[in-house]
């Protein structure tokens, strides 16, 4: 059992789990701004069956920004993949308009998984300007793991942590995600299928943490245990 589980009831639905997680992390105390603008790398999989996904993430990026103005701002990459081997990332935007209009020319196409390519994008662009976090949001996985978990390790090594949420429940995916996750120091955490709510609030959450860091966060799981702890354990596992 890894330890960020350690203080969970184990049989809790993953969607009272989240819940609790988001409604805790909603009240967090706000690390001081004045910084630099945080940089978030958001990859999504643009497969097939992630059509109703990428139609929600359009409709609800907007409140990343908003959520992270009083905390200097953030710049969003939007990375995805889908079809044979197509794999774009946009230019860096800071404002929810411009990525909504680069989002909305995106359709979803058949294809296998990317993952190894986002990671090894992340590490990319960090080299060349830090990446405070990148949260990938997907539903299956089709690669070689020790491919990914190297790149994941390599990542890690950046201080780059990835968030990897989970739609629907493939062990496959859940195990690459959850090691993912570990390596990079991130955390793994599982929503709902077709719950436009708990995505929305995953994205705002990750959001604060590029934008403000996880001082929050830290000080949120001393005060309040529950999924914040859970958090903030998966994430000092890489220590």
Known sequence: MARGDEKLPQNRPASDAVAEFLKK????????????????VVALDATASRGPTWDRACRIQAEMFQV????????????????????????WVADAAGLARRMAGVQCLGGQTQILRVLRHAHG???????????FVGDSMEEDIDALSAAAGALGLKGVPCFMFQEGDDPVARRAFQQ???????AWCPFDTGSADQLRELLRAVAVFAAGGRAALSDLSKRSGGM?????????QKK
């Open 125 to 135: 662009e960090t080299s060349a300007h830090k990446v405070n976090a990148v949260v």
């Open 25 to 40: 992390v909603a009240v967090a105390p706000r690390p001081a701004s004045g910084g630099p603008r945080g940089r978030l």
């Open 228 to 236: 914040a702890l859970r958090l903030t354990h998966q994430m000092d």
């Open 180 to 186: 993912v996750a570990k390596l990079t120091g991130g």
């Open 68 to 91: 992270t103005a009083t905390l200097g701002g953030l710049e969003v990459q939007l990375a995805y993949y889908r079809g044979l081997g197509e794999f774009e990332a946009t230019p």
